[in-house]
């Protein structure tokens, strides 16, 4: 029998926003999800899906690591798997779900958070919440492909390279270091076309998703300059979307133009200060309103903001520029650049986490014939999002993740407890990391049916 101990849990735990909870939550979603295979399968979907699900939360480098766990009573217990499929069988079933199928997962642990109120901590301005936007690949091969794989041939060579990308959307908040995201978007080559896809459509269809699953969620999109046009700012006033959009004048000469002939005739709104921590730095901001987006399209109005940095020697060190459907006024012109900033989140604290802290995001844990690659990409981001909204909302987590000193540790010291010793639930996990109880625990028991 499993040796009982008392957890000495951090105050304010919020069960529902808990691993065991959110995991819970994930599995009841994953058995609602249509089977796209025979009635007879000894293995049901939602086993092979929290098997995915599973290899992601503990970090598992491959496919053929997480294969040697297969009898660990550990995670089926702590994930919920009735049986865990081998590892090529468990590609096999993956390879045929519709990705589109996941989506609802990734609405369900969001919809927590909203019954939590931790997305009130996130509103930014007027009521809104930021959502960024950014493109990524995450395979690339000269041999391996699919039929949804965007391809790149060498205008010398004419050899064929094949990838697969995504369109990743979180929301987030300068003041908070944690991003939620929504389903990312897969950018792939559709069913039934030989063309590739690209981040704009891949960005309407994100939009349009996230407008049809989040109906009355105030947005400020936040994108870079590729998404600064006119078909794209239509979609987003079409979605009752704000928008912080970067431009540069490479990119949009006429609108520069127009800017630098409203500053000589001092049109543009212009201040700057001072701050105590950096001396002789000068922080500047101008903006003006009403101006055409770009010589095609001067029906589309926007307003520009601009933010630049000046060293004690005068030279500019940063400079930024965006235009956006927001009032711009001297009250909140900083905060709509640090709006306009935080776009870099998606970058470093999503993007670089996933391929830098242990989640492999690069790594290709299989291909297959149809939507594998991108099924498991959408794993790997709700493993992510759970992780996630423990780092924010769970007190045991976070400090135990303090106690082993970076996520890189916690994760190996995961599996390791999980190889070694005989857990109730994610808490009772956390809790022996935090306060060293393992030697207070059974060993594990193995299935070797």
């Not at 989640?359 to 981001?381: I, K, P």
Request: net charge neutral; hydrophobic share 40%; charged share 25%.
């Amino acid at each position: 029998m499993p040796v009982r101990l008392k957890l000495s849990l951090p105050p304010k735990i919020r069960e529902h926003l808990a691993a065991d909870a959110l995991y819970g939550l994930v599995r009841e979603g994953c058995q609602r999800i249509p089977d796209h295979r025979d009635p007879d399968t000894t293995i049901s979907l939602s086993d092979a899906l929290m098997s995915g699900l599973a290899l992601f939360a503990l970090k598992d480098p491959s496919l053929l690591a997480f294969d040697a766990r297969r009898s660990d009573e550990n995670m089926k217990r702590l994930f919920g798997i009735g049986q865990v499929p081998s590892d090529t069988r468990l590609r096999e079933i993956l390879d045929g779900v519709d990705p589109q199928s996941l989506r609802p997962l990734f609405r369900d642990v969001f919809r927590q958070l909203q019954r939590g109120k931790v997305l009130e901590q996130y509103v930014f301005h007027q009521d809104c919440y930021l959502l960024l936007l950014d493109g990524t690949e995450y395979f690339f091969s000269p041999t391996v492909h699919c039929p949804a794989c965007l391809e790149k041939k060498d205008k010398k060579t004419d050899a064929v390279t094949y990838s697969h990308q995504m369109l990743g959307a979180v929301l987030a908040h300068p003041d908070h270091r944690e991003v939620f995201p929504l389903c990312p978007e897969p950018i792939v080559k559709q069913d039934g076309t030989n063309k590739n896809d690209c981040e704009r459509n891949a960005a309407q269809r994100l939009l349009e998703h996230v407008r049809r699953e989040h109906p009355h969620l105030a947005l400020i999109v936040v994108e870079d300059g590729l998404a600064s046009n006119g078909p794209h700012i239509d979609t987003l006033k079409r979605l009752n979307m704000h928008f912080i959009l970067g431009v540069k004048p490479g990119d949009h000469e006429f609108l520069f133009q127009h800017v630098e002939a409203a500053f000589e005739r001092s049109e543009v709104s212009v201040f700057s200060w001072h701050e105590a921590k950096e001396p002789g730095v000068t922080y500047e901001i101008a903006f003006l309103h009403d101006v055409p987006l770009n010589a095609s399209r001067q029906d589309v109005r926007v307003n520009f903001l601009q933010y630049a940095e000046y060293g004690p020697d005068g030279h500019r060190r940063k400079f930024f520029t965006w235009v956006t459907d927001l009032k711009i006024t001297r009250h909140n012109a900083l905060t709509l650049v640090r709006g306009g900033r935080c776009r870099w989140k998606i970058e470093n604290e999503t993007f670089n986490t996933l391929k830098n802290q242990g989640y492999q995001f690069e790594h290709n844990f299989g291909h297959g014939e149809r939507h594998l690659s991108v099924v498991l990409a959408l794993l790997m981001m709700l493993a992510f999002l759970i992780d996630q909204v423990q780092q924010h909302c769970c007190p045991l987590f976070r400090a135990t993740w303090e106690k082993v000193g970076s996520k890189r540790a916690l994760w190996e010291k995961m599996r390791s407890h999980f190889w070694h010793f005989t857990f109730t639930s994610w808490r009772h996990l956390y809790d022996v990391i935090l306060h060293d109880l393992a030697k207070e625990l059974p060993a594990p028991t193995f299935d070797t049916s």
